[in-house]
């Protein structure tokens, strides 16, 4: 799977209570990683683990369930600008991960050293161990992924997307591996524009992808998105709103393309399509939308 | 004020509040500074600093009081050695500091900032902004401080102590002009070995003490210390033990020598000797106890 954020996380986790999470390899999006107080934090790839280990704060959708704010409230008393949360759990899971890549280690083997700790089945990859960042071209110029979503709102309207790096990173170690022994690549219902393209944006991985077989589940349902400025973006970016218009940007890439119940009227103009039930929202659903999908997509 | 870790801080605590917050400069000890999860920890300037912001867990000696230790657990999980133990408070004071320091501040001015944040209104200065670090010679070899300290719980016998670094050490910015502007200087109650030593092993520090009126106040007090292996090491590195082989240690750089009325008898014996109370252990009493010792040592 290629997964982003949140409705990457439950896609995941839904696939993973089907087919078991021995069998699910999900690579995830660097495009939002960010470094703060010397910190390395990838928030995509931590909503991830955290929806897997089961300590999801499910209501905000990001974060840890029941978690404290001692280390920021001290650090933001100490003058620290503090627009982006950070939990004291958080920090240690940071704290790890920036110990151990500042021993040189690659995100994919620290990413897989914290997803044993925190007992997460699924194999988690970043899609690259380089440095790959998603910039946000806006009317108040371009700027950092996460200054443009949390510190902003994502109140500024997108008028492009750029992934800084993209031309040279290479897939991360394992990547074209998983790629290469799937039955079949399932595109997660995250925002295309800035969950997926980072992921396509490595050359290699978008080159090994033309001779499979994928699925890509429509993160649109009934023209909206369960959070998130996707809608909004599909209009600013040019593209047609609603499922087709993700159908048309995701192209030859795709011959299967997941309809939500909601959305079957538009399944007859829409190249591949399959409908089933795609809403994870729930977690006690996700198994039982997981196994539709699996049947849907096989 | 020369100043280690908890009988320092609480020295400085009591003659902050005898003589007022603005009266008292504190040079404090950084040969126990370590480098832990990438971050940059200074003890006794952190004991200090939670003494005098009334956030010291006094029960303990250490860190501050109802704690939480989330991060800790988290990086713990994933890994990390936990044998020195943060808090997520001390975890987001030391990320501000760790951050400050990446942007090249000296450890001076990041700490006015840290103490600023925390409404302390006494000056604290590290001894010196370059990097000093206590070794401690056991039979073991030689052991980083804290290795010797907190990881194996001060267990071995204390052959020999080096500062490593302190040959080219600085002053820190500050520091001789507090000296230069000083009534007087009081060495606190510290062990003279690991707290107030390396603060001396900067040569500019010792040299412009020479010139000044300087009181100690003895660390032992029937003999004993009221935490810490102090007593154990004046044995083992050949010092007489007791009130009088610390007054010998400092030699002709003090002329006032505090001694607690219960070791009073030996007062006739020990140059420059006076005498007060000086156990400063219940927070309610040093402001009584603090003013006692600005006027025995003035």
Not at 37 to 66: K, N, Q
Not at 82 to 89: I, V
Not at 163 to 175: H, I, N
Not at 277 to 286: F, L
């Amino acid at each position: 799977m290629l997964a982003g954020g949140l409705g990457g996380s439950r896609c995941v986790e839904a696939l993973a209570r089907a087919a078991g999470p021995e069998s699910v390899t999900a690579i995830g999006n660097v495009g939002d990683d960010l470094e703060l107080w010397g910190l390395h934090i990838s928030p995509d790839l931590d909503t991830i683990l955290y929806t897997l280990a089961g300590l999801l704060d499910e209501e905000r959708g990001w974060g840890v369930r029941d978690e404290t704010y001692q280390a920021m409230a001290v650090a933001e008393q100490a003058g620290r600008e503090a627009w982006f949360t950070l939990g004291d759990r958080d920090v240690g899971l940071h704290l790890q991960r920036t110990r151990l890549l500042k021993k040189g280690e690659p995100l994919s083997t620290v990413t897989g050293k914290l997803a044993e700790s925190l007992g997460v089945r699924v194999r988690l990859l970043p899609a690259t161990d380089d440095r790959l960042r998603t910039k946000i071209l806006t009317q108040e110029g371009e700027l950092d992924f996460q200054e443009w979503f949390v510190r902003r709102r994502h109140a500024d309207r997108v008028d492009g997307v750029r992934f800084e790096g993209a031309e040279s990173a290479r897939p991360a170690a394992g990547v074209l591996e998983a790629i290469a022994a799937a039955d079949f690549v399932v595109i997660a219902p995250s925002n295309p524009f800035v969950s997926i393209q980072p992921i396509l944006a490595v050359a290699a991985i978008e080159k090994a992808l033309a001779g499979k077989r994928v699925a890509a589940i429509s993160p649109l349902v009934g023209g909206r998105a369960f959070r998130g400025p996707l809608a909004e973006m599909m209009a600013s970016l040019g593209h047609e709103p609603g499922a087709r218009g993700v159908r048309a940007l995701y192209g030859d890439l795709v011959s299967t393309f997941v309809l939500d119940r909601e959305d079957e009227a538009l399944a007859g103009e829409i190249p591949g399509a399959v409908v089933c039930d795609t809403v994870m929202v729930a977690a006690e659903r996700r198994a039982e939308v997981g196994r539709g999908l699996l049947e849907a997509m096989q």
